[in-house]
T-cell receptor, first 111, second 114 residues
Framework: GQQVMQIPQYQHVQEGEDFTTYCNSS?????IQWYKQRPGGHPVFLIQ?????EVKKQKRLTFQFGEAKKNSSLHITATQTTDVGTYFC???????????FGKGTLLTVNP | NAGVTQTPKFQVLKTGQSMTLQCAQD?????MSWYRQDPGMGLRLIHY???????DQGEVPNGYNVSRSTTEDFPLRLLSAAPSQTSVYFC?????????????FGQGTRLTVV
């Protein structure tokens, strides 16, 4: 079946270092979304990318959607302790009725 | 406007017991779904519904039943709980459509089966 794969599974950084998580789909996606889940919390929507090659920024976060619409990345510049959490990518697979999530990347930040 | 409300927040069951996890939304979203989250496994889709009266299976449906009699509610039933169902369960809703697929999650139900 259609899969959404995400790497790395874990990433530990020193505060101030950059961080990147990558997402790959086995099929072309109509859009891709990114979510953040704080420890003990629930996933919260960050952003959606729709266009091939799209790049969006939210303060220190940069999101990219690949030209083939099969991969995406989230880059955080100069991490802060508030960035701690698990970052998930998700894409509609089959139809827009099913949202398939990657396994997530757990980011920990050492102050 | 409460968004997505899940109850209970925590539950401990004995093997073989049954229970229903409740999910209610007040955003008039067509789509509702249940995910389970286990360490290292991400969010796995259990069942989903695209509207009242319509449900379908996701990736890991065995051991769970759902129904959708109203737009607002989408309960998840465990008929005979097993230790393998120990997990955190999230209900999520959204409006379908390519340009607007943002999912809203409930706070989660942490279930332990002993």
């Amino acid at each position: 079946g259609q899969q959404v794969m995400q790497i790395p599974q874990y990433q530990h950084v020193q505060e101030g270092e950059d961080f990147t998580t990558y997402c790959n789909s086995s099929t072309t996606l109509s859009n891709i979304q990114w979510y953040k889940q704080r420890p003990g919390g629930h996933p919260v929507f960050l952003i959606q990318l729709v266009k091939s090659g799209e790049v969006k920024k939210q303060k220190r976060l940069t999101f990219q959607f690949g030209e083939a619409k099969k991969n995406s990345s989230l880059h955080i510049t100069a991490t802060q302790t508030t960035d701690v959490g698990t970052y998930f990518c998700a894409g509609p697979t089959g139809s827009n009725y099913k949202l398939t999530f990657g396994k997530g990347t757990l980011l920990t930040v050492n102050p | 406007n409460a968004g997505v409300t899940q109850t209970p927040k925590f539950q401990v069951l004995k093997t073989g017991q049954s229970m229903t996890l409740q999910c209610a939304q007040d955003m008039n979203h067509e789509y509702m779904s249940w995910y389970r989250q286990d360490p290292g496994m991400g969010l796995r889709l259990i069942h989903y519904s695209v509207g009242a009266g319509i449900t379908d299976q996701g990736e890991v449906p065995n051991g769970y039943n759902v129904s959708r009699s109203t737009t607002e509610d989408f309960p998840l039933r465990l008929l005979s709980a097993a230790p393998s169902q120990t997990s955190v369960y999230f209900c999520a809703t959204w409006i379908t459509g390519v340009l607007n697929t943002e999912a809203f999650f409930g706070q989660g139900t942490r279930l332990t089966v002993v």
